[in-house]
């Protein structure tokens, strides 16, 4: 079994940062993948950004490129997602998530471990 802590999230102006810290302990070495997403009232669940915890190659969703940026700690297997010019559109709970696949999934039901969610919320 793999656990995930999600933290950072928090209450925030439209264009301040946050970023999201996710703990993985346990198995962690038969995941391949960590990833991030999130979830707004009424909404699906939506693929956020992910990397593979053995290269730096990063993935983002369309409407987070060039705002959030996705790493990785090695040795604190630790997860980051560092958001910047946050938007109200941003307002959600976000999840981090880990995938044993080796190509990198934007499909929830590709993660097999999930986080519990820290909440994001954007003011206007």
């Known amino acids: 079994q793999v656990q995930l802590v999600a933290s950072g999230g928090g209450l925030v102006q439209a264009g301040d940062s946050l970023r999201l810290s996710c703990a993985a302990s346990?198995?962690?070495?038969?995941?391949?993948?960590m990833g991030w997403f999130r979830q707004a009232p009424g909404k699906e669940r939506e693929f956020v950004a992910a990397?593979?915890?053995?290269?730096?190659?990063?993935f983002y969703a369309d409407s987070v490129k060039g705002r959030f940026t996705i790493s990785r700690d090695i040795n604190k297997n630790t997860v980051y997602l560092q958001m910047n010019s946050l938007k109200p559109e941003d307002t959600a709970l976000y999840y981090c998530?880990?995938?044993?696949?080796?190509?990198?999934?934007?499909?929830?039901?590709?993660?097999?471990?999930w986080g519990q969610g820290t909440q994001v919320t954007v003011s206007s």
């Open positions: 998530a880990a995938s044993t696949r080796t190509v990198v999934p934007t499909a929830p039901g590709a993660y097999a471990y």
């Open positions: 346990g198995r962690t070495f038969s995941t391949n993948v």
């Open positions: 990397m593979r915890w053995s290269r730096e190659n990063t």
